[in-house]
């Protein structure tokens, strides 16, 4: 009998096998597609030699994540890559705000009415970054926090809607660019703990960059199967799993799936008929015969650019998705341009490009020529340097992964109390019912992104459970 199996090889699934096969448990890891990687993998969705990430690209809490920095993943291949600014955010009249690894170049970015105020909010928290990293994402109840004084301090900070803390901003360019950060987990601006987002996204920038994985981030997942096999573990693709039945026999099982696929698997019943899921992306993977041609000189330097012209824009945008049931006429983007920084990733001289807007979920209209228009407001000239593209609706992105419920690539929605209590009210949000069965998907904390610590913490309930066994 095996000491774990886990379902599901994405970012949290590998994690949690890989920490468990660290401690000396036999495990065995279950997937039903072809390859490993889930929401980290690379295809040629386009054209023969340009290399895309049909999920995530840019990887701020990957390169940040406790859970990632333990193990040697540089032993199997992973390397980071930087471009010169993390990211840009442009304007219409041609100039740009920047998220930069330098504070100080970034709050010069926003003007001088709100430099200082930017530097206040955010230095005393860089200074303690990795131990307050620790802290937040190993809650609840996985850790005891060491520096708890840093911990409340954030969660002062980061509580209230991050509507709250812009209003320390004078002017709407830091305003714009902190909701543009919000809004990378499709969370309304207003919504409980949404500052805490911002500011996360924003160290993190500041700590450690926002790079892409060489050669695309299916190189994350093989370096964690490559490292989890090294440990004696064992990975099973093209296996499907509908029950557990389906499964060999174990002492505990880890399932990195959405609570709606767990609960069906492993008959849990009605247990998580309360977990909500929240707006959906519509996604287009560009090759291009050039790189985008930006306006702001800012955001042909920079890996990840945000594209939305003020912070009223912005909420509009994410209240339509979120809210109205309706996909926005001025979506807020979110692009990555990878080639900028990894020329491995599109042949001499031609780009890829990644893009995706917000829309409700399980939307099934096409948002294609909204995020177009967005992009010539940004970048004219940007359809002329189309070679082809890729578009992935709300349904195309579920059937790539089936955690993508209705198209929601953060597993569910980040609003409300769900923010921090997922996928049900639990002090323990990995364990369930079934007491050999525990959950590890990006639905319990800390949440949607690659980063692995949702695997890590479910992989330390589960190693106490067997020892106590």
Known sequence: MLDAVVVGAGPNGLTAAVELARRGFSVALFEARSTVGGGASTEE?????????????????????PAFRAMPLDRYGLRWVHADLPMAHP??????????????????????RDAGAYRRLVEPFLAKWDTLTR???????????RDPVTLARFGLAGLPP????????????????????VAHVMAPLNGFATGAIGLV???????????????????ISDALAAYLK??????????????????????????????????RIAGLGRTYENYRYGPAAFKIDYALDGPVPWTAPEARAAGTVQIGASTAEIGTALRAASREGRAPEKPFMITVQPSVMDPTRAPEGKHVFWAYGHVPNGWTGDLTDAIERQLERFAPGFRDRVLARATMGPAELAAR?????????????????????RPKLSLFPYATAHPAVFI??????????????????AAKAVWRRLRQA
Request: glycine share 10%; proline share 8%; net charge neutral.
């Open 45 to 65: 969705l386009t054209l023969p030699g340009f290399r895309h990430d049909p999920c995530s690209a840019a990887h701020p809490l990957a390169v940040n994540s």
């Open 91 to 112: 304007f219409p009249d041609g100039t740009a705000a920047v998220l930069s690894r330098s504070v100080a170049e970034t709050a010069a970015s926003f003007g001088p």
């Open 135 to 145: 802290d937040f994402m190993s809650l609840p109840l996985t850790a005891l926090p």
């Open 162 to 181: 991050s509507s709250w803390l812009m209003r320390r901003f004078r002017d709407d360019r830091a305003r714009t660019l902190f909701a543009g950060l």
């Open 201 to 219: 996204f924003a160290l993190a920038a500041h700590a450690r960059g926002w790079p892409v994985a060489r050669g695309g981030s299916q190189s």
């Open 230 to 263: 090294d440990l004696g573990g064992a990975i099973h693709t093209d296996y499907e799993v509908k029950r557990l039945d389906d499964l060999p026999p174990a002492r505990a099982y880890v399932f990195d799936t959405s609570p709606t696929a767990l609960a």
């Open 401 to 421: 992964n089936a955690n993508y419920v209705g198209g929601d690539i953060a597993s569910g929605a980040v609003s409300g109390l769900q923010i921090l209590l």
């Open 440 to 457: 590890c998907s990006s639905a319990t904390p800390p949440g949607p992104g690659v980063h692995g610590m949702s695997g890590h913490n």
